[in-house]
C-alpha cells in the first residue's frame, strides 16, 4: 500500500498569510451547552467555547475566563466578579465564583493563548439566571375549578397596567399540562407542547421568556390557554396514564418581573384575580387530536381575551402538583419545518385525501371553507388502504378502539382532530397534540372547498441543532440517513418515544439504541441530560426502573433489565461524546442502586428479567443470553465510571462483578469447541463480539461462524433490535466489513432497503411491515432499528470517539474503503470543533482527505498500516487497495 501526506494548499496559505488580525480565537460560547441561555436555575454553571485557528497544529495552551454584571467594564477587565485563569487545553469548565443571584443577567468573556503564546482578544456572552429556588416563586398554581374529566379547554387573562418605562420583563411561567402565553392578543415565543413531559408529581419545568418588546404603558393583556397534555389523559388507554398519580385537571403558575427604568420593580402572579373561560377548543388530547369550534363567540383566542361578553370567572387557586419546579434547560419543541401536499385526491366535495411525501412528527396547518355548522373530520395516517386511495390505520388503533375500553365518543378518534365550521374562512392549526403522519384525510358533513394549498404539513420536535452531514455515491445509504434521522427527530417530543403516533412513550430500550446514531447527528446533551433527571424521578423499590419513563405506573411490575440499562449506557455514551461527565456524575449513584438491584435478585449474574431481542425478524435469540450481555454492559460502565471518580472501592467490586457476569455467560452459553453460543442465531453471536463478551482465544472462531450464519442467511440480516445494534459493527471489527456491507445493502426484505424502496421515508417497528394486500400492519416510524445511522458515521466516515480522551479531543479515525462506493464526504461537529472525513476513487487509488479540527489531535487507521498520529489541519492521503 502506497500513502503520500499532503498538507493542503488551503492550509499552507492560511499559515503562510494568518486569517485575518488573529489567528486564534474564541467561538460558539455557550453556558450549560446553550446559547446565552435565559431563565437558568445551574448554581454553578458549564462554560465552554470552541477554538477557531485555521493553522497546522493549531493548540489552545491557556485560558482566561471571567464573569461581570457589565460587558463593556468586563471588556476593559473592570467589575469583575469571578475569573479563572490557567495553563490548559480545557474548553470546558465550571463556574466556581460566588452564589449566583436570581433574577440576573451575568456576562462571560473568554480568552485564549495559541500555540505560539500569544493571547487572543475577549470573546463575550451572557447567561441570565432565573428563579434559582422555589422560594422565590410567587402566586398560586391556578385553574378553571372543572372536573378532571371535563373536556372543556380553559384559557385564562389578566389585565395588567403599566404606568411607568420599563427597563426589561420577564415572564417565567410554568404548567401541569400544557400551556401557550400571549400578550395583548399575540402569542409570545415559538415554542409547541410546552412544558416538557415529566413526572408532574416529580418535578416541573418553567420556561422564561423576554417580554420587554411586547408590553406598553397603559392596559395590558396577559393571556393563558391550558392543555391537557400528559398530565391529564382522556381518554382512558393503554398504559394506565389516566391511572396516574399526578393526573389532574390543568394548572398554571405565572410570574412576570417587570424592572422601571427607575430602578423600581413590580410582580405580577397567577391568583384568583385572574379570570377564566372555556375556550373554542372542545377537546384535546395527545394521544388523539383537537376538537375546535369556530361558531363560537371567542373562535380568536387570543383576540377575544379583552371581550367583556365572555363568561369569564375567577381563577380558582390550587395546591402546587409538586414541591420541585426546575427551568427547562434544553432546546424547546418547535415546528422546524413545513410541507406543502406532494399530492392531492379529490373523491367527492366531503372526501379528500393529502399526501405530504414525507412520514413525521406533528399537525396540519390548514385553511377551511365550508358551510356554518359543517362537521370536519381530519384524520391523520402514515399508509393508505390496499386501494392506496384512502388513509389505513387499523394496524394502530389497538390501543384506543373500542375492542378494549368501549366506544369512544365521535369527536374523540385516534389522530383526529374535529372542527366545526363557522361558513367564513378558517384557519386551524392544532395546539396541544401531534400526530405521526404522512396522510391526511379530510371529511365533512357538508361540501368543503378544498385544493392542493390547503393543508400543510408542519414538523415538531425538540430542536437540538444538526451537528453533521453525510453523502456518498450510494443514494440507498443517503436515503438510509435520511429516513434514520427523521425517525430520530419525530421521536425527540420532550423525551426520546418509540414511535410518534400510537405509544408516544419513553422507551428506554429504543432511546440507548438509537443514542450513537443521536449524537453523531444533533447536540442534544441536554436533551439526554433532562431526560436522566426523569430517571431518577422514577426510581422505585430496591432500586428498580420502569421501561417506560416517565411511568405513571405501568410496567412497575416487571423488570427488564435490557431496556433499564439504558441507565447507565446513556450518561457515558454522553461522556465519551462531549468530555463532560456531569450527566455520569450526577447519576452514579441511582447507576449502582440499580445494577445493585439485579445483583441481589441474579447472584449468579445471569438475567432472565427481560423482554429480550425484540422484533426479530424469524431467529428467537435466547432471551437469558441476550439480557445478560446487556446487564454485563450497564456494570461494565459503572466500574468504568468508577475508575473516572476515583472510587476504588466500587471500582474492585463492579469490575469483579462485569467479570462473574461475563464468565457465567460464556460458561453457560459458549461452546468453545465450535465457536457458537445458543443456537448460533445471528444476535447470539454478534452481540457477545460487539460487547466484548468472547474470550479473546475464541474470538476468531466465533468471528467466522457469525460470517458463516450470515451468510447462510443470503448475507441479510435475521435479528431484533439488539442484534441489530451489534450485527454491523461486530462484523466490521472482526474483519468482515464488505459482508456488513451487503447486509446493509440489502434492498429486499428484511432490510432497511426495503423500507426505502416500497416508499418510505423513516424507519419502521418491524422488519416485515405490510400486510400481503400492501397495508401497513404496525408503526413506519420508529428508530430502534437506527444504529445503522451510526454505523456510516463509523464506518464509510471512520470518525469516532476515544474514550481515553473523550469529547473528540483525540479522533479515531478509521475509514473502510468499500469496493462499491465511489466517494464519501461526511462531516461532524464535535466539541472541539468541525472534523471533515472523505474520499475518492481515482482509478486504483482512493484519496483520502482529513480535517482534525483545533485544539484536537487524531489517530488514522489506514488499512492494515501502522496508525498515524495527527494534529490540526487537513491532510491527504493516498491508498493503493
Known amino acids: 500500500m502506497k500513502k503520500i501526506l499532503v498538507?493542503?494548499?488551503?492550509?499552507?496559505?492560511?499559515?503562510?498569510?494568518?486569517?485575518?488580525?488573529?489567528?486564534?480565537?474564541?467561538?460558539?460560547?455557550?453556558?450549560?451547552?446553550?446559547?446565552r441561555p435565559l431563565g437558568m436555575d445551574e448554581k454553578e454553571p458549564r462554560l465552554s467555547w470552541r477554538v477557531s485557528d485555521k493553522r497546522q497544529d493549531a493548540m489552545q495552551t491557556a485560558y482566561q475566563v471571567t464573569v461581570g454584571l457589565d460587558s463593556l467594564s468586563l471588556l476593559k477587565d473592570e467589575g469583575i466578579l469571578w475569573s479563572e485563569e490557567k495553563?490548559?487545553?480545557?474548553?470546558?469548565?465550571?463556574y466556581a465564583g460566588d452564589s449566583l443571584k436570581p433574577f440576573t443577567k451575568y456576562y462571560w468573556c473568554v480568552s485564549i493563548w495559541d500555540k505560539d503564546g500569544k493571547k487572543s482578544s475577549k470573546a463575550i456572552s451572557s447567561f441570565e439566571t432565573g428563579m434559582i429556588g422555589q422560594q422565590n416563586w410567587k402566586g398560586t398554581f391556578i385553574s378553571d375549578g372543572k372536573d378532571v374529566e371535563d373536556r372543556s379547554t380553559p384559557c385564562f387573562r389578566k389585565k395588567v397596567n403599566i404606568r411607568k418605562k420599563i427597563k426589561s420583563a420577564r415572564v417565567y411561567v410554568t404548567a401541569a399540562g400544557l400551556y401557550e402565553l400571549a400578550i395583548n392578543g399575540k402569542k409570545i415565543g415559538d415554542h409547541v407542547l410546552d412544558p416538557a413531559y415529566t413526572d408532574f408529581a416529580k418535578r416541573l419545568l418553567y420556561i422564561t421568556y423576554d417580554v420587554t418588546g411586547n408590553l406598553s404603558q397603559g392596559e395590558n393583556m396577559l393571556g393563558v390557554l391550558l392543555g391537557n397534555g400528559w398530565y391529564n389523559h382522556q381518554p382512558v388507554a393503554e398504559w394506565n396514564f389516566h391511572q396516574a398519580d399526578w393526573r389532574g385537571r390543568p394548572s398554571f403558575r405565572l410570574n412576570l418581573r417587570i424592572v422601571y427604568s427607575d430602578g423600581t420593580e413590580e410582580w405580577i402572579a397567577s391568583d384568583r384575580s385572574f379570570e377564566t373561560t372555556a375556550s373554542p377548543i372542545t377537546f384535546n388530547a395527545v394521544y388523539l387530536g383537537e376538537g375546535y369550534d369556530f361558531r363560537k363567540d371567542n373562535k380568536e383566542v387570543y383576540a377575544s381575551l379583552s371581550s367583556e361578553q365572555l363568561n369569564w370567572k375567577p381563577a380558582v387557586e390550587i395546591e402546587s402538583p409538586t414541591e420541585k419546579i426546575v427551568a427547562q434547560s434544553m432546546p424547546p419543541i418547535r415546528v422546524t419545518k413545513k410541507l406543502r401536499a406532494k399530492s392531492m385526491t379529490k373523491f367527492s366535495d366531503t372526501n379528500y385525501v393529502f399526501d405530504f411525501g414525507q412520514n413525521w412528527s406533528g399537525v396540519i396547518d390548514g385553511i377551511f371553507k365550508g358551510e356554518k355548522d359543517a362537521r370536519v373530520k381530519i384524520k391523520y395516517t402514515e399508509g393508505l388502504d390496499e386501494k392506496k386511495e384512502h388513509v389505513y390505520d387499523d394496524c394502530l388503533t389497538g390501543f384506543y378502539t373500542d375492542r378494549r375500553y368501549g366506544k369512544h365518543p365521535e369527536d374523540e378518534q385516534f389522530q383526529t382532530d374535529v372542527i366545526y365550521l363557522d361558513g367564513e374562512k378558517?384557519?386551524?392549526?392544532?395546539?396541544?397534540?401531534?400526530?405521526?403522519?404522512q396522510y391526511v384525510e379530510v371529511t365533512s358533513d357538508r361540501p368543503l372547498k378544498l385544493n392542493k394549498g390547503s393543508l400543510t404539513s408542519c414538523f415538531m420536535h425538540t430542536d437540538v441543532p444538526d451537528i453533521a452531514s453525510f453523502e456518498c455515491s450510494n443514494p440507498l445509504f443517503n436515503k438510509i440517513m435520511r429516513a434514520t434521522r427523521y425517525s430520530y427527530l419525530s421521536n425527540l417530543i420532550g423525551i426520546p418515544t418509540d414511535c410518534p403516533q400510537r405509544e408516544k412513550n419513553g422507551w428506554t430500550g429504543d432511546a440507548h439504541l438509537a443514542i450513537e446514531t443521536g449524537l453523531y447527528n444533533y447536540d442534544a446533551i441536554t436533551f439526554y441530560e433532562k431526560w436522566m433527571r426523569d430517571f431518577q424521578d422514577n426510581l422505585f423499590g430496591e432500586g428498580r426502573l420502569a421501561c417506560i419513563i416517565p411511568s405513571g405506573g405501568w410496567g412497575q411490575t416487571d423488570n427488564t433489565v435490557d431496556w433499564s440499562c439504558a441507565v447507565a449506557i446513556i450518561p457515558w455514551t454522553i461522556y465519551e461524546f462531549y468530555g463532560d461527565d456531569t450527566c455520569l456524575r450526577e447519576n452514579y449513584e441511582m447507576m449502582k442502586t440499580h445494577a445493585d438491584f439485579f445483583?441481589?435478585?441474579?447472584?449468579?449474574?445471569?438475567?432472565?428479567?427481560?423482554?429480550?431481542?425484540?422484533?426479530?425478524?424469524?431467529?428467537?435469540?435466547?432471551?437469558?443470553?441476550?439480557?445478560?450481555?446487556?446487564?454485563?454492559r450497564m456494570v461494565d460502565i459503572i466500574a468504568k465510571a468508577a475508575r473516572l471518580f476515583n472510587q476504588e472501592d466500587d471500582l474492585l467490586f463492579y469490575r469483579?462483578?462485569?467479570?462473574?457476569?461475563?464468565m457465567a455467560i460464556n460458561d453457560k452459553f459458549l461452546n468453545e469447541e465450535t465457536g457458537v453460543y445458543g443456537s448460533g442465531y445471528q444476535a447470539e453471536l454478534s452481540m457477545p463480539l460487539r460487547w466484548n463478551i468472547v474470550p479473546e482465544h475464541c474470538r476468531s472462531k466465533v468471528a467466522?461462524?457469525?460470517?458463516?450464519?450470515v451468510k447462510q442467511d443470503n448475507d441479510h440480516l435475521d435479528v431484533g433490535i439488539f442484534g441489530c445494534q451489534a450485527l454491523l459493527d461486530a462484523l466490521t471489527v472482526t474483519g468482515n466489513v464488505e459482508q456488513a456491507y451487503k447486509v446493509a445493502n440489502q434492498k429486499d426484505e428484511p432490510s432497511w432497503g426495503n423500507w426505502i424502496e416500497r416508499g418510505s421515508t423513516t424507519l419502521h417497528e418491524w422488519w416485515k411491515s405490510y400486510d400481503d394486500e400492501g397495508r401497513p400492519v404496525t408503526s413506519h416510524n420508529h428508530i430502534m432499528f437506527g444504529e445503522i445511522g451510526a454505523w456510516l458515521y463509523k464506518t464509510l466516515g471512520g470518525i469516532k470517539p476515544d474514550s481515553a480522551c473523550p469529547g473528540f479531543k483525540n479522533i479515531i479515525l478509521k475509514p473502510y474503503f468499500m469496493k462499491d462506493i465511489s466517494y464519501v464526504n461526511v462531516s461532524y461537529n464535535t466539541p472541539q470543533g468541525m472534523v471533515k472525513s472523505s474520499w475518492n476513487r481515482k482509478g486504483e487509488k482512493v484519496v483520502y482527505k482529513v480535517t482534525v479540527p483545533p485544539n484536537a489531535t487524531a489517530t488514522l487507521f489506514l488499512q492494515d498500516d501502522e496508525p498515524v498520529n495527527l494534529k490540526s489541519g487537513t491532510f491527504t492521503f493516498e491508498v493503493t487497495q
Not at 14 to 23: A, D, H, R
Not at 87 to 94: E, F, Q
Not at 426 to 437: A, D, E, I, L, Q
Not at 600 to 627: F, I, M, Q, R
Open 7 to 35: 498538507l493542503s494548499l488551503y492550509g499552507l496559505l492560511l499559515s503562510f498569510y494568518g486569517y485575518g488580525k488573529e489567528k486564534c480565537y474564541p467561538v460558539d460560547l455557550r453556558c450549560e451547552h446553550l446559547s
Open 87 to 94: 495553563k490548559s487545553n480545557n474548553t470546558l469548565i465550571r
Open 426 to 437: 378558517n384557519h386551524f392549526t392544532p395546539r396541544f397534540s401531534y400526530k405521526g403522519f
Open 599 to 632: 445483583l441481589k435478585h441474579y447472584p449468579t449474574g445471569l438475567v432472565d428479567a427481560c423482554l429480550g431481542d425484540w422484533c426479530p425478524y424469524k431467529s428467537v435469540s435466547n432471551k437469558e443470553l441476550t439480557a445478560s450481555i446487556c446487564f454485563y
Open 656 to 662: 469483579k462483578m462485569a467479570n462473574k457476569i461475563k
Open 704 to 709: 467466522a461462524r457469525l460470517s458463516e450464519r
